[in-house]
T-cell receptor, first 116, second 111 residues
Framework: DTEVTQTPKHLVMGMTNKKSLKCEQHMGHRAMYWYKQKAKKPPELMFVYSYEKLSINESVPSRFSPECPNSSLLNLHLHALQPEDSALYLC???????????????FGPGTRLTVL | GESVGLHLPTLSVQEGDNSIINCAYSNSASDYFIWYKQESGKGPQFIIDIRSNMDKRQGQRVTVLLNKTVKHLSLQIAATQPGDSAVYFCAENTGFQKLVFGTGTRLLVSP
């Protein structure tokens, strides 16, 4: 089973709203990732959690706040977003056994976010 | 045919043809490469990977070739089917769980 689930599938929010995206995996993976993907563009890395600790933040604005409550769950809290933040937000996970991270990343279906 | 420009590069093939999708990567220190398939409205789906100590790896109907000298990666799909229509991304591991994706190629398969 290589399934990563994400909820919700679609989200529409205003610029003053606070919302959260959720990601879950039950593959025993210890690395989890958030990516942002604009239309017709490749996914871009936002955050990496390794063993429930934030290991990489790709200079993401503070209006995006990640959280990893346990090894199976990953959240992305959203606050005061801008219309240009509208995108597909993808979660991925990998085993993270290798120190260099050469482990296959498996992606969820994404949350399509629209900021009005 | 293949077109590159302001839009996503597109490769159009007939069903049954072999397809070759190319990718240039940027970091000579990258040691792990993955091909993903992304269908409309879905997340990227793992197809095949290759480590830098190899130059070829085969899967079911797919082959990945790696040329480290010119930093080039290709994905060959044998007997392409309509269900193969999607956007294909190569990705390189630049170190410590950081994957950098290529720009993507749209594959269109006509019946």
């Amino acid at each position: 089973d290589t399934e990563v689930t994400q909820t919700p599938k679609h989200l529409v929010m205003g610029m003053t709203n606070k919302k959260s995206l959720k990601c879950e995996q039950h593959m025993g993976h210890r690395a989890m990732y958030w990516y942002k993907q604009k239309a017709k563009k490749p996914p871009e890395l936002m955050f990496v959690y390794s063993y429930e600790k934030l290991s990489i933040n790709e200079s993401v604005p503070s209006r995006f706040s990640p959280e990893c409550p346990n090894s199976s769950l990953l959240n992305l809290h959203l606050h005061a977003l801008q219309p240009e933040d509208s995108a597909l937000y993808l979660c991925a996970s990998s085993q993270a056994f290798s120190g260099r991270g050469t482990d296959t990343q498996y992606f969820g279906p994404g949350t399509r976010l629209t900021v009005l | 045919g293949e077109s590159v420009g302001l839009h996503l590069p597109t490769l159009s093939v007939q069903e049954g043809d072999n397809s070759i999708i190319n990718c240039a990567y940027s970091n000579s220190a990258s040691d792990y490469f993955i091909w993903y398939k992304q269908e409309s409205g879905k997340g990227p789906q793992f197809i095949i990977d290759i480590r830098s100590n190899m130059d070829k790896r085969q899967g079911q109907r797919v082959t990945v070739l790696l040329n480290k000298t010119v930093k080039h990666l290709s994905l060959q799909i044998a007997a392409t089917q309509p269900g193969d229509s999607a956007v294909y991304f190569c990705a390189e591991n630049t170190g410590f769980q950081k994957l950098v994706f290529g720009t993507g190629t749209r594959l269109l398969v006509s019946p």
